[in-house]
């Protein structure tokens, strides 16, 4: 039962990568913004339907909550338009490790510092010879 | 020209981070469907205003283009789904490092073999090497995980 479970992780992240690839595409046709719109538009039917049928927790916690805890779209946006700009230009695979790289020691500070409301978890040995071993694959790919 | 272009995807890659962080905090008081729920809409609303401003690309090509390009929309979904499968099995750093492993091997294959018209990179020497040094690092970051879970902090 485990093995299906990692076979579904690997899966997730796959998923990534052809969205990525075909939203290179179709960039290229209709934009980069207008295929970011397109994506959350759809991503917003798609949810507003899970919500309505499976949602178990609290909607109307938006206008309670700090304001900084609802700026996630915004953040999304950035991303999702920087890989459908990047990808016709380096390929998707630069794309990735470029995403991944950025996440990840992102992640690190974050955690390290306790920000936005994540655990605090110090930076140590191990993440720094990840970083390492992340900017030598970084430089190789290039 | 290149150059620029990772330094911005690195960029996409922070924000994204800080969007995990973020929606976490959220999702503590209103729940995960609620919480991506109102990342899209709002995250369409922004994008609707800065298409009005800035757009310079055609929204309604939406209509036009090939569904194949479309059903992408999907895959974002898929990867929500199959990532919430997967954490309550193996824990949410294994599920996060599977799909990161997942995400650069059809990452490199998409460039290897050219699939959906991008660019064709060829999976060389090198980009193996690329490959296996960011396995190294993901390997040191479950031990990092590892290590600060054990330690009381």
């Given amino acids: ?142 | 020209m290149s150059i620029v272009m990772i330094l911005f995807t690195l960029l996409g890659g922070i924000t994204l981070s800080a969007q995990s962080s973020i929606n976490g905090a959220f999702s503590r008081k209103a729940g995960t469907i609620e919480t991506t729920f109102l990342t899209f809409i709002t995250g369409t609303l922004f994008l609707a205003l800065f298409i009005l401003f800035f757009g310079q690309g055609n929204v309604l090509g939406i209509l036009e283009a090939p569904k194949w390009q479309l059903s992408a929309a999907f895959l974002g979904t898929m990867y929500l789904l199959l990532t919430v499968m997967a954490v309550p099995r193996i824990g949410v750093i294994a599920a996060n490092i599977a799909g990161i492993i997942g995400q650069l091997v059809i990452g490199l294959l998409i460039d290897h073999f050219g699939w959906f018209g991008s660019l064709v990179i060829p999976l060389d020497a090198k980009r193996s090497f690329a490959l296996l040094f960011m396995v190294i690092a993901l390997y040191f970051i479950y031990k990092g995980n590892k290590r600060s879970s054990e330690e009381p902090s």
């Fill in chain 1, 1 to 142: 039962m485990r093995y299906i479970a990692y076979i579904l992780a690997l899966l997730a992240g796959s998923a990534l990568s052809f969205e990525g690839a075909i939203y290179g595409e179709l960039g290229k046709t209709i934009g980069q913004l207008e295929t970011s719109f397109y994506n959350f538009f759809v991503g917003s039917i798609i949810m507003g339907l899970l919500w309505v049928f499976f949602g178990k927790g609290k909607l109307s916690y938006t206008v309670e909550a700090p304001k900084w805890s609802i700026l996630g779209g915004l953040l999304g946006v950035v991303y999702l338009t920087s890989i459908v700009i990047s990808v016709p230009f380096v390929g998707v695979g630069i794309t990735m490790v470029a995403v991944i790289i950025g996440q990840l020691v992102m992640s690190m500070v974050i955690e390290h510092y306790g920000w936005l409301g994540s655990k605090k978890t110090r930076i140590n040995k191990e993440k720094v010879f990840a970083v390492i071993s992340m900017i030598i694959a970084l430089v190789l790919i290039n």
